[in-house]
């Protein structure tokens, strides 16, 4: 029904671009198979990013599960930056071909939006954030969206069966359209706080129809105490100077003795917006920023032929160990048969890379993404954005 590969198709090597294609024919018509070693990397990651987080490698994982392949490499959330192996396959060629462009397709993106998330909440330090992006992105891929948005950094996923597939509640507030269909900014709230389930914050959105401060002062005076926050998802033509709105509304709510009463905003909230408001705003949604995050361009390379060190121009050649400092995070990437050193700093390093897939089995644990994403947020004080 809908424009998308479904898990068969992904697994058997549907997805996969023509030329490696090609390349199996010709390969099967001389009787061409050899063992090789492949290394994924980055040359450069996008907005001058100095590090990302890897994600998407369950996926990659389940892709090659079965097949014939062994693969090593670093667990999901490990940070990375450009010129490290990510990613190492080992395996007779022939049998590796067809996966390559759905291995990357499933790391590149959810690496994106991984870093994009983990770089907000670097900025947002422990204000919560809500992914608010799906709407952004193709319906079949929701998922994967919001769990890399999740174990990035966000505290949460808005849609149902993205929160479902991460057991996690989904967060959301109300709607511009349950105010507009209801007429009026008190009443649905109240109906809100009437009709919902009392363990929902009670959220309301104030910038439908009239001015923010004064909406924000109407829907307190309602509800009071059981007033959470309200929420400004207040349009571009009228944002103008969107820091100076949200002071405005803080004023009035606490010269009014709704001190307690949070300020909740989303639309258009980016890693700089969230820097520029984080000394007003208690909590963000962000949609487009985090969703719509470039992608980490890997790239695939051969490094090694029937154990000979042998790659292209630009890539080097030979099997390698990424090694990081526990300490200080200092990393360093060596070839594979070489001792493992010291960090300048005088600790042991210590390598990055874990066997995921031996000859075919799965050996790799495969975490839950409160894990992975704790496993970020321990890694993020370590690098500066
Ligand atoms: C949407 C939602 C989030 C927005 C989109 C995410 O707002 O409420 O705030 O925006 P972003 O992609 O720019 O980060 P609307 O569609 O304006 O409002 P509604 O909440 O009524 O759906």
């Given at each position: 029904m809908f424009h998308v590969a479904n898990d068969d198709e992904i697994k058997s090597g549907k997805v996969t671009d023509i030329y490696f294609v090609r390349t199996l024919e010709i390969l099967k018509a001389r009787g061409i198979n050899k063992r090789v070693a492949a290394e994924v990397w980055t040359k450069g990651l996008p907005n001058e990013w100095s590090w990302a987080v890897f994600a998407g490698i369950e996926e990659g994982v389940e892709l090659l599960a079965g097949k014939p392949v062994t693969v090593n490499g670093l667990k999901e959330g490990t940070i990375f930056q450009s010129y490290e192996p990510v990613l190492e396959i080992e395996c007779y060629y022939q049998d590796f071909a067809l996966f390559e462009t759905a291995l990357l397709g499933f790391i590149c993106q959810a690496s994106g939006i991984a870093t994009a998330a983990a770089r907000c909440r670097k900025v947002a330090g422990d204000k919560p954030i809500t992914s608010f992006g799906a709407r952004r992105m193709h319906p079949a891929i929701a998922p994967m969206v919001e769990r890399s948005a999740f174990i990035g950094g966000?505290?949460?996923?808005?849609?149902v069966k993205s929160a479902e597939f991460i057991g996690e509640d989904p967060v959301g507030t109300m709607p511009h359209a349950l105010i507009l269909v209801m007429g009026d900014t008190v009443e649905a709230t109240k109906a809100f706080h009437d009709v919902i389930?009392?363990?929902v914050p009670r959220v309301s959105l104030i910038d439908t129809f009239h001015d923010e401060k004064f909406a924000a002062l109407e829907v307190a005076h309602a509800l009071g105490k059981d007033l959470f926050a309200v929420r400004l998802d207040t349009p571009s033509s009228r944002r103008g100077n969107f820091l100076k709105i949200i002071e405005e509304v803080r004023w009035e709510l606490d010269l009014h003795g709704f001190d307690k009463i949070k300020i909740f905003v989303s639309g258009n909230i980016d890693e700089k917006a969230i820097q520029e408001l984080y000394h007003l705003v208690d909590a963000f949604g962000v949609g487009t920023s985090i969703a719509n995050a470039p992608v980490v361009d890997f790239s695939l390379d051969i490094v090694e032929v029937e154990g000979k060190p042998l790659s292209k121009r630009g890539k080097p050649s030979g099997r390698k160990k990424l090694l990081r400092c526990p300490h200080c995070f200092q990393t360093k990437v060596i070839p594979r048969e070489k001792a493992t050193t010291y960090c300048d700093c005088g600790a042991a390093l210590e390598s990055l890379f874990l066997p995921l897939i031996a000859d075919s089995d799965v050996v790799a644990d495969i975490p839950k993404p409160q894990q992975i994403r704790e496993y970020v947020l321990n890694q993020l004080q370590h690098f500066s954005l």
């Open positions: 966000c505290d949460g996923v808005a849609v389930s009392k363990k």
